[in-house]
Structure formats: C-alpha cells, structure tokens
C-alpha cells in the first residue's frame, strides 16, 4: 500500500470503530479529506487510494487547485469548510458541491442569488468565542427559520469546538441542536477527535492532518 492508502486505511479502521461502539452504520459518515495548503500530487495519492470527497478552507487556492483534479476525477465531491465572504459566494457555488460555513443573513443572501446554490451546512458558534465564525446561539433557530423560507437547501449544522477546551462536550451540544431543531445532517470532527464525533453522532467529519503527511 501507499502511505496515502494506509492512513486512509487507518482513518477509516477508527471511523469503523467508533461506529461499531455506538451501534452506527458506517454508511452514513462521510469522510472529508480536508486538503487546504496541500499539493495535486498529495491529493492524488488519495484520490488513487480511493478516497472521493475533499474539502478546503479558501475559494482561491480551491480555484487554483481542483478545476484541474476535477477533469480527471469527475466523481469527487468538494466542500466548502472555511469562512466565506459573500463576495465570493458566486465563485463557491461553482467550485464547491458542498459548503459547510454558512454562518450569516448577507452570505445567505448572497447564496440565495445564485441560480442553483450548493446545500449548506449552518455553522454554529458553539463555544461562543468573539474571533470564531459561526451563528450565535441565541440567534440560530431565527437563522434555520431563514435558510428554510430561501432556496438554499440546509444540509444540516456544523462547528468546531474551541481548541482549548474538550471536544465531546460540544458535540453532544451540536447533535441536540440538531434534534431540536430538526436537522439531519452534522459536520463535526477534525483529526484529533473524530471518533468520538461519530460515537456522538457526526454525519460527516472534516479531516486533514491524518490523513496528510506532515
Ligand atoms: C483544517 C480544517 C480541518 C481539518 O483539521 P485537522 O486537524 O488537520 O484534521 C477541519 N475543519 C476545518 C474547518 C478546517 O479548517
């Protein structure tokens, strides 16, 4: 096996783990390949090891990049994770089939311009920290109740715990958001924890650096 091969091997040996421990089914998480600041040969490698959905942080380095993998990989599915000025919403909804940082009324406008919008994932604020993007609780079932009356399909909620703090705790958050509200999808889980994001209920985990060579 390549190296890419094996950690993704390994990635998905603890995803099957975790869902083993929590009666899951494997089939419903989605593995994002998170692939910012990483080169066309790195993602190749994974993508010849099998791997399908991939995810980057800049529209920018996203244009540079994927127009290019995608010619030869029709089959891959990018997603947006990183924040999202609405200037270059536009820009996103053609490079992105999934954008997991929709996060305020003027992106969501902005989206709900174009003619066919990606689905969207509301990122939520769950630690409540100033310099982090993401709907303010207090704000959040205002928000959904937006997204639902616009064109824009809600894919689910998504967060990143503070970076500081234990992770499990925000996710259980995230999940019972997700369940009153009436939500299905959930994007949590970044290298360092996402087993136990999929023990507590992650539809789709955003991973980089284990999967990446360092
Ligand atoms: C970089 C990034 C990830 C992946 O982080 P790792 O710790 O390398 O797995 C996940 N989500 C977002 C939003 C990111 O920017």
């Not at 083993?20 to 998170?34: G, I």
């Not at 200037?87 to 999934?98: I, T």
């Not at 207090?138 to 967060?159: C, H, K, N, Q, T």
């Not at 209920?201 to 990446?212: E, Y």
Request: aromatic share 4%; hydrophobic share 45%.
């Amino acid at each position: 096996m390549t190296d890419a091969a094996t950690r993704l091997a390994n990635v998905r040996a603890e995803i099957a783990r975790a869902c083993r421990s929590a009666r899951r089914d494997p089939a419903d998480v989605t593995l994002v390949a998170v692939s910012k600041r990483r080169s066309g040969e790195e993602i190749e490698a994974l993508i010849e090891a099998g791997q399908r959905d991939f995810g980057e942080s800049r529209v920018q380095e996203a244009a540079d990049k994927w127009p290019a993998l995608r010619l030869r990989f029709p089959d891959v599915r990018l997603h947006m994770v990183g924040r999202l000025q609405s200037n270059k919403a536009g820009h996103a909804a053609e490079l992105f089939d999934v954008i997991h940082s929709l996060d305020r009324p003027s992106l969501l406008a902005a989206l709900a311009n174009e003619e066919a919008s990606p689905p969207c994932f509301v990122q939520v604020n769950i630690g409540v920290e100033d310099q982090k993007g993401g709907v303010d609780l207090a704000i959040l079932a205002d928000f959904l109740e937006s997204v639902r009356a616009s064109p824009v399909e809600l894919a689910g909620l998504m967060a990143i715990p503070p970076s500081e703090h234990e992770a499990a705790p925000y996710f259980a958050l995230l999940a019972d958001l997700a369940r009153r509200h009436g939500v299905a999808g959930l994007s949590m889980g970044m290298s360092s924890d996402y087993a136990q994001a999929v023990m507590l209920g992650a539809t789709i985990i955003r991973v980089g650096s284990a999967l990446f060579e360092d």
